[in-house]
């Protein structure tokens, strides 16, 4: 069984998995913040004492906290039980828990200062049309032009481009095993998709 989890938004999600994407056992929350405090015990009820072959978490982009988060939590529990680890894109898995559909879809994720992380996708294959951008609300609306966009951003962009629909879902584990296998082969670091705000002081 494959573990699957992510934390790069406000929700925390996590699910065990078949290898033919047969869902074991789900569980997504709305948190807010708290992951740190909320991801391990939610695995531990979920995995009730079983222990899964693989481990597949969210790198992002998103938030910060978040990611690093949950990336630690899955490089700990892939070093205790000696399983191999990937990481996988966490705008496709956003991308992956809307309905399914033909043509574009872009999955959007609030960011910050105002701006979104964007990504499109084919909608049925769920392989990238595009690369990942961090950009504001206006800029993304010249650029994206998927009718469909999802996520914590779709409405924002939305409503900047004055057309298409706005889904604001929130990425779920149990899909990752939907995403094509090049989008959860990642290494297993965050990909912020912009620089962090913190810089050294200078000497």
Request: hydrophobic residues 50%; proline residues 7%; neutral net charge.
């Amino acid at each position: 069984m494959i573990l699957a989890l992510d934390t790069s938004t406000a929700a925390c999600t996590a699910a065990l998995l078949e290898r033919d994407g047969t869902i074991v056992a789900s569980r997504d929350e709305l948190i807010g913040r708290g992951h740190a405090e909320r991801l391990v015990p939610m695995i531990e009820e979920m995995l009730d004492g079983h222990v899964p072959s693989k481990i597949l978490v969210g790198v992002g982009p998103g938030s910060f906290t978040g990611l690093r988060v949950g990336i630690a939590a899955a490089h700990g529990m892939a070093i205790g039980w000696s399983v191999p680890l990937s990481g996988m894109n966490s705008l496709a898995l956003l991308a992956a828990t809307a309905p399914p559909g033909e043509g574009k879809i872009a999955a959007a994720m609030t960011g910050g200062h105002g701006e979104l992380f964007v990504q499109t996708f084919n909608r049925k294959k769920l392989t990238a049309t595009g690369p990942i951008h961090n950009l504001t609300p206006a800029a993304a609306a010249a650029k994206v032009d998927a009718p469909l966009v999802v996520g914590s951003g779709a409405a924002a962009l939305v409503e900047a481009r004055h057309s298409g629909e706005a889904l604001p879902l929130l990425p779920s584990a149990s899909r990752a095993l939907a995403l094509p296998e090049l989008m959860r082969m990642l290494e297993c670091k965050p990909i912020y998709g912009r620089a962090p705000d913190a810089r050294p002081m200078a000497a």
